[in-house]
Structure formats: structure tokens, C-alpha cells
């Protein structure tokens, strides 16, 4: 694996299902793998599972850990082309990401979209210009339009927890406050697809994600009826696709609570979080044993080291 920045990058889903599971069994197995060497991981927006997670899935192969939060301690980077940099702009990512080349032997990164501006957050400005640039191995930390690394945890959570060789997993859409970006649900999306699985999406009408995305994709615009003998419920808000950026529901129905999940198979409740209480799912289902979020976000450390090992692997 010479690159981790799309859940397309996985080849095959099995062994690296594998190779976590292994992982997760003895974490420190392999510290000599990555002994004298060093991850950079630049962040241009909040995080805490993701930082923290990857900072200990490199740290148990043995690699060093830089940090830095591009926003507030770093040069303002400019990533256009031909632009002349007159403006708030100090560094440009052609200098920079061959710069921070010399220092780290994998760079992660973590962009979130404008969701202002379709056309320039599918393009993944920020991650395709370290990919343009850098002469390293690249990780997307989360980017404006995938997750990968929190797929790749959800993947190995249902394989945890599924009781049936092909359990129906739901993704629900649910109401939040604030505009989300698609991210989480398209790398869900792409990720159950390659797995073994019974795979539905719920939203209300108009909250579609890309098609290209959710193409073969069974989607429900009634919420019960898409939780009916589900095995799996996976709750996450995103903002609409085609009136970009937007919030065009808020209806509280959708919340998830025990009226939803007794419509399921005993199904377990997933959501990648920070997650609102009683907005996305009620406090009496996220602190029941129904509830596998917390297991799911120590998944975290393990899809990391895993992504880590492959690619270490690759410059060994």
C-alpha cells in the first residue's frame, strides 16, 4: 500500500481485516517495524479519536510522532496554482509538502470541505496537492469527502459483532444542529460495499448522498421501515448534497431511540462520534448495551496501525 487516502485504495478487504485482527490481538508485535521513522501528522481542523488514535497505532509500531495544527501554528499554506500571493497566504503547499517530505516518512492529513463549494471539495484541494507534492506516503486523517481510516474501524467492528454471515446493516441519517459534511456516510457507504453484508440507506427525501457514491445501494425514505430486522444501526447526520451544504430537515422524528431499535434484530448502535446527545440518538440507547460506540472508537487505534503496517511494509 503506497497511499491511504480512499477507502478505493483497500485492495483487499479480507486480509486487511485480517492483518487488524491480528493486530488488535498483540498491538506491540511489530515496534521494530517502524523504529527510525517518523509520521507527520498536519492537522487544518479539530480532532480527538483521530489525533490520539494515530498517535498510539505509531507509536506501537515503534515511529516517532510529529504533530502540528496548520491552522494555528504553521504558515497560512496557499494551494492554487499561478496565484500571486499577495494575500494571507505566506507558503505555498508546493514548497511545503516537499519540505515536510524531508522530515516525515508518511504524512496524514486532516481537511474538512467549505461545503460552500461542491466542485473544490470533491476535488480534495488540500490531499490531492500533498499527494501532488510530497515524495512520501500519504494518509487522509479525513478529508472533505472520505473518512477512511473510521471505515476501516466500522468494517472491523461489524466483523467483531455480527452474529449472522450477512448481517443487515442500516445508515441512518438523523438531525444535528449544524451543516456536516458527507465524508463519514460516503466511506461507510463504499466500505459496505465491499463487504458481506445486507446494506441499506435511510434518510428523508432530498438528503441523498453522490450517486456515484450510492450507486446499487438500496435507500429507504421511511426510517421504520429500513430498521426492520436490522442487525447493525449506523447513525450519522450529513448535510444535503444537491442543495450543498445545507440543513433541509430537522425533523427530531428521526432522532434514534428505543421506538426505531425495537423495530431491529437486537441490533447494535454505531456512530463515529463526537456524537449529540438526544439530537442523533437518545441518552436511554447510547448508554445501553445495545451501544458498541465506545469498542467502535478503540477500533480506531487498530484500522490505524493496520494502514501503518501496509505501508511500512511498502518502504521496507
Known amino acids: 500500500m503506497k497511499k491511504y487516502t480512499s477507502v478505493d485504495d483497500i485492495q483487499n478487504l479480507n486480509e486487511l481485516l485480517k492483518l487488524a485482527k491480528k493486530i488488535k490481538k498483540n498491538p506491540f508485535s511489530n515496534k521494530e517495524l517502524g523504529r527510525d521513522k517518523t ?23 515503534g515511529m516517532e510522532c510529529m504533530v502540528m495544527n496548520l491552522n494555528t501554528e504553521g504558515w497560512t499554506l496557499e494551494f492554487e496554482n ?8 505566506s507558503e505555498h503547499i508546493k514548497e511545503a509538502a516537499r519540505v515536510i517530505s524531508q522530515y516525515c516518512d508518511i504524512i496524514a492529513i486532516r481537511s474538512f470541505p467549505t461545503l460552500k463549494d461542491k466542485k473544490k471539495d470533491e476535488e480534495e484541494m488540500v490531499i490531492s496537492s500533498f499527494l501532488t507534492y510530497a515524495s512520501v506516503p500519504v494518509i487522509s486523517l ?20 455480527k452474529k449472522t454471515e450477512r448481517p443487515k446493516v442500516v445508515l441512518s441519517w438523523a ?41 446499487g445501494i438500496k435507500i429507504v425514505y421511511n426510517q421504520e421501515e429500513a430498521f426492520r430486522n436490522a442487525d447493525f444501526i449506523y447513525a450519522k447526520n450529513w448535510s444535503n448534497y444537491n442543495d450543498y451544504g445545507q440543513i433541509t430537515s430537522e425533523d427530531p422524528t428521526w432522532t434514534i431511540g428505543k421506538r426505531q431499535m425495537d423495530l431491529t434484530n437486537n441490533a447494535k448502535f454505531m456512530h463515529c462520534l463526537p456524537v449529540r446527545r438526544n439530537m442523533i440518538v437518545t441518552d436511554e440507547i447510547l448508554d445501553s ?27 521496507t
Not at 509520521?39 to 509500531?61: E, M
Not at 499561478?82 to 497566504?89: E, K, L, N
Not at 479525513?142 to 459483532?161: F, K, R, S, V
Open 39 to 61: 509520521i507527520g501528522l498536519l492537522f487544518f481542523n479539530p480532532s480527538l479519536r483521530t489525533r490520539l488514535s494515530t498517535q498510539k497505532a505509531a507509536r506501537n509500531l
Open 82 to 89: 499561478g496565484t500571486i500571493m499577495d494575500g494571507s497566504a
Open 289 to 315: 448495551e445495545t451501544s458498541i460506540v465506545i469498542p467502535e472508537a478503540n477500533n480506531r487505534i487498530y484500522s490505524a496501525q493496520t494502514i501503518l503496517t501496509k505501508i511500512l511494509e511498502e518502504l
Open 175 to 215: 438531525p444535528h444542529p449544524k451543516a456536516l459534511p458527507q465524508s463519514v456516510p460516503n466511506s461507510f457507504a463504499k466500505m459496505m460495499k465491499k463487504m458481506e453484508v445486507d446494506f441499506i440507506i435511510t434518510h428523508p427525501l432530498g438528503y441523498e448522498l453522490n450517486p456515484e457514491i450510492t450507486k
Open 142 to 161: 479525513e478529508g472533505a469527502t472520505e473518512h477512511p481510516l473510521q471505515a476501516l474501524a466500522d468494517a472491523l467492528t461489524i466483523e467483531e459483532y
